[in-house]
């Protein structure tokens, strides 16, 4: 019976925290092969658990302290060892070198403003086994901020996509096992929910986050495997990591999307393109 009730609020938490807009990639699409993502409140509570290209996340929450590991793959350390990170998946996907990767996101709020960045890091080894710890192993491949016209990647862009974020592979990219670290960056002054004190629900005791100052910008990172195939010889040469590339005095962390009508420096290096 308890199993039941805690099943039945955390399934309430999903429904209710997605309307006070977290979220997560539900869906991945490489190439033309489509991966079901780490759906957080329904893969924890079968037996065996599907098997998913996703790294585990804790639930559709963000992450807002950028000094902890939890900013690398949506990790959890406060919750135990198998989020701290977090854990490697079981399985990975292929994709070719230059082809495009649709990441499908679940309902995300008009009113939640910020960029949508994504990042590599190619696995020295067998990646179901691989974690990169605090290592600088990590280059940027994509980044979508805010355009002249105004309108931010998340949300203006993505819904007008139907959830959808695409990215294309670096067409030179050696081929190997790599990591997508993709996330999403969002500046709120609206309720918001986290998932580190969920049962705070029953309370009706909500946290109000604005990224006008430091801690407040809510981060949503989501930790992709794949195998990357092609031709390709090139790798970066420039690395960062998870946590270290983003402080709360990097360019862009600390910004007011509803005051700030001037450009926005997206946090972190430069776009990798090897020679694309």
């Known amino acids: 019976m308890f199993k039941l009730a805690l099943t039945a609020a955390l399934g309430l938490l999903g429904l209710v925290s997605q309307v006070e807009a977290h979220g997560y990639v539900q869906e991945i699409t490489l190439g033309s092969a489509k991966y079901t993502g780490y759906l957080p409140y329904s893969d924890p509570y079968y037996n065996p658990p599907p098997q998913r290209i996703v790294r585990k996340i804790p639930g559709n929450g963000p ?27 079981p399985i990975f996907g292929t994709v070719a070198a230059g082809s495009q990767v649709k990441l499908n996101w679940t309902l995300w709020p008009d009113s939640h403003k910020g960029p949508m960045i994504t990042y590599m890091a190619r696995a020295p080894s067998d990646i179901t086994k691989w974690n990169p710890g605090t290592s ?6 994509h980044q979508v901020g805010k355009d002249s016209s105004g309108k931010w990647a998340a949300a203006d862009t993505l819904n007008a996509n139907n959830g959808i974020y695409t990215f ?37 005791s909500l946290a109000l986050h604005s990224a006008y100052a430091y801690p407040g910008v809510q981060v949503y ?38 005051t700030n009508t001037g450009s926005y420096p997206i946090p972190g290096p430069a776009v990798w393109t090897g020679g694309n």
């Not at 096992?177 to 029953?202: C, K, P």
Request: charged share 10%; hydrophobic share 40%.
């Open 63 to 89: 992450i807002e302290d950028l000094s902890l590991i939890d900013v690398q793959c949506n990790g959890w350390s406060a919750g135990g060892s198998q989020y701290v990170g977090s854990a490697p998946a």
């Open 136 to 141: 600088a192993v990590w280059f940027k491949v």
């Open 168 to 204: 294309t592979i670096p067409k030179n990219l050696k081929a190997g096992q790599y990591v997508i670290r993709h996330e999403m960056w969002v500046s709120s002054g609206f309720a918001s929910l986290d998932h580190t004190n969920w049962l705070n629900l029953f309370d009706d």
């Open 221 to 258: 990172p989501s930790c992709i495997q794949v195998q990357v195939t092609g031709s390709g010889s090139a790798l970066p040469t420039s690395f960062v990591s998870f946590p270290g590339a983003y402080t709360g005095s990097t360019p862009g962390i600390v910004y007011d999307v509803y």
